[in-house]
């Protein structure tokens, strides 16, 4: 692609870049760039909304320009503090290294490792004098830190801040200044971090970097963000079929959104199909993606399967367990099986008529199974369980 061309497709899609005319220029100067990603290992996992500006650093990787994925093991024991409505639990430098392992494992899937310079934030900010982090600190006010909403909502709702929670922001921005950024990249919840080193960079007799920012990605909920914590994820390492049934559960009116941010679908080819049967306009979806993380032969067998259990059948390997013969209330039996975290998820998920045993729909959370026979448990659209009796 040309210069022209990325920067076409990088603002098609981005929030906002800070700014136009700086970008479009370093992308036309001809020499390679040194492009900043940075993530805090909290948890081992990406999902697709981590793909949103992954994708676009692969865009940049093949316009021959390079990739620095910095892993935060030192502002990871910290936590980024976007968007928290209160402090985070602190991990230990082990905690976040080993999560670390996965995530590289995982980048590789988006961008070709040969390619990429992967760095560690603890070498330069592990090193510094306390003297070192005054100067730094001295570099921005209080009344501007605390300009950040989450950071303006928790002051007002009486909720504590800690201390280090607002050095975050210039721990990040320094992270800048060590690597000389030209451009760096993140979601629209990172954009104070980012222009914090925009601005520290001046402060250190650099040129500022660009500032790119892309949407965060809703989760399968439709509501919140995507993420792990809130169930509501497609995670780019889940077993295939895991991915495809996920995939299908994306809401309609966000299809479009997923197709245009996580996968490499022209809209010419989707947004008619959605127009005309939203439905196989899923399949297209979901077969793209698991086609992605994993082989076409995966995506065929996931849309098998899927199929299967929507016509009421069950997939080849089921869960499998074994309890003491003996009689069982429904709910027992959810919980015993593994469908339900708790006995009061497993009533309630009986009483809203989430629950199907050999086929048929149970909503008595009470029912008694004598537990002679084997039991086909279903929950919801997907998850089964097998019990047994022994």
Same mark, same amino acid.
């Given at each position: 692609?040309?210069?022209?061309?990325? %920067?076409?497709?990088?603002?098609?899609?981005?929030?906002?870049?800070?700014?136009?005319?700086?970008? !479009?220029?370093? !992308?036309?100067?001809?020499?390679?760039?040194?492009?900043? %990603?940075?993530?805090?290992?909290?948890?081992?996992?990406?999902?697709?909304?981590?793909?949103?500006?992954?994708?676009?650093?692969? !865009?940049?990787?093949?316009?021959?320009?390079?990739?620095? %994925?910095?892993?935060?093991? +030192? *502002?990871?024991?910290?936590?980024?503090?976007?968007?928290?409505?209160?402090?985070?639990?602190?991990?230990? +430098?082990?905690?976040?290294?080993?999560?670390?392992? &996965?995530?590289?494992?995982?980048?590789? #899937?988006?961008?070709?490792?040969?390619?990429?310079?992967?760095?560690?934030?603890?070498? $330069?900010?592990?090193?510094?004098?306390?003297?070192?982090?005054?100067?730094?600190?001295?570099?921005?006010?209080? @009344?501007?830190?605390?300009?950040?909403?989450?950071?303006?909502?928790?002051?007002?709702?009486?909720?504590?801040?800690?201390?280090?929670?607002?050095?975050?922001?210039?721990?990040?921005?320094?992270?800048?200044?060590?690597?000389?950024?030209?451009?760096?990249?993140?979601?629209?919840?990172?954009?104070?971090?980012?222009?914090?080193?925009?601005? !520290?960079?001046?402060?250190?007799?650099?040129?500022?970097?660009?500032?790119?920012? +892309?949407?965060?990605?809703?989760?399968?909920? /439709?509501?919140?963000?995507? &993420?792990?914590?809130?169930?509501?994820?497609?995670?780019?390492?889940?077993?295939?079929?895991?991915? %495809?049934?996920?995939?299908?559960?994306?809401?309609?009116?966000?299809?479009?959104?997923?197709?245009?941010?996580?996968?490499?679908?022209?809209?010419?080819?989707?947004?008619?199909?959605?127009?005309?049967?939203?439905?196989?306009?899923?399949?297209?979806?979901?077969?793209?993606?698991? *086609?992605?993380?994993?082989?076409?032969?995966?995506?065929?067998?996931?849309?098998?399967?899927?199929?299967?259990?929507?016509?009421?059948? @069950?997939?080849?390997?089921?869960?499998?367990?074994?309890?003491?013969?003996?009689?069982?209330?429904? $709910?027992?039996?959810?919980?015993?099986?593994?469908?339900?975290? &708790? /006995?009061?998820?497993?009533?309630?998920?009986?009483?809203?008529?989430?629950?199907?045993?050999?086929?048929?729909?149970?909503?008595?959370?009470?029912?008694?199974?004598?537990?002679?026979?084997?039991?086909?448990? #279903?929950?919801?659209?997907?998850?089964?369980?097998?019990?047994? +009796?022994?």
């Amino acid at each position: 692609m040309t210069p022209q061309e990325v %920067f076409d497709v990088i603002k098609r899609d981005a929030i906002d870049i800070y700014n136009e005319e700086e970008f !479009l220029k370093l !992308l036309q100067s001809g020499k390679p760039l040194t492009v900043k %990603f940075g993530a805090d290992p909290s948890r081992p996992d990406l999902h697709l909304g981590h793909s949103v500006p992954l994708k676009k650093l692969r !865009l940049l990787q093949d316009a021959g320009h390079r990739i620095v %994925f910095l892993i935060g093991d +030192f *502002t990871g024991m910290i936590g980024d503090p976007s968007g928290r409505s209160k402090t985070r639990v602190p991990l230990t +430098f082990e905690q976040v290294r080993e999560n670390a392992k &996965s995530y590289i494992e995982q980048v590789s #899937k988006f961008l070709d490792p040969e390619k990429a310079d992967i760095v560690y934030n603890s070498d $330069w900010l592990g090193k510094m004098s306390f003297t070192e982090v005054l100067r730094l600190c001295g570099k921005t006010t209080l @009344a501007r830190v605390l300009e950040r909403d989450d950071f303006q909502k928790r002051y007002h709702g009486n909720q504590p801040i800690g201390l280090h929670e607002l050095l975050y922001p210039m721990m990040q921005g320094y992270d800048s200044v060590a690597l000389n950024a030209d451009i760096e990249v993140g979601g629209t919840d990172q954009t104070f971090n980012l222009l914090m080193g925009r601005n !520290l960079q001046k402060d250190y007799g650099q040129k500022p970097q660009v500032v790119l920012t +892309f949407p965060l990605l809703p989760g399968l909920d /439709g509501v919140e963000k995507m &993420s792990k914590s809130l169930d509501n994820y497609i995670g780019v390492d889940e077993l295939p079929d895991v991915m %495809f049934e996920k995939c299908m559960r994306v809401p309609d009116a966000l299809l479009d959104d997923y197709f245009r941010l996580t996968t490499d679908v022209e809209p010419e080819t989707f947004r008619p199909l959605m127009q005309n049967d939203v439905r196989a306009a899923h399949f297209m979806y979901a077969e793209a993606v698991v *086609t992605m993380y994993h082989n076409a032969d995966a995506a065929s067998h996931g849309r098998d399967r899927y199929n299967a259990v929507a016509a009421g059948g @069950a997939p080849d390997a089921v869960a499998e367990v074994s309890l003491p013969k003996g009689e069982y209330p429904l $709910w027992k039996l959810v919980a015993d099986a593994g469908l339900a975290v &708790s /006995g009061s998820e497993a009533r309630r998920l009986c009483k809203e008529g989430g629950i199907m045993v050999n086929n048929e729909r149970k909503t008595d959370p009470n029912e008694v199974f004598a537990g002679a026979e084997p039991l086909l448990i #279903k929950r919801g659209k997907g998850k089964f369980a097998r019990v047994v +009796f022994d």
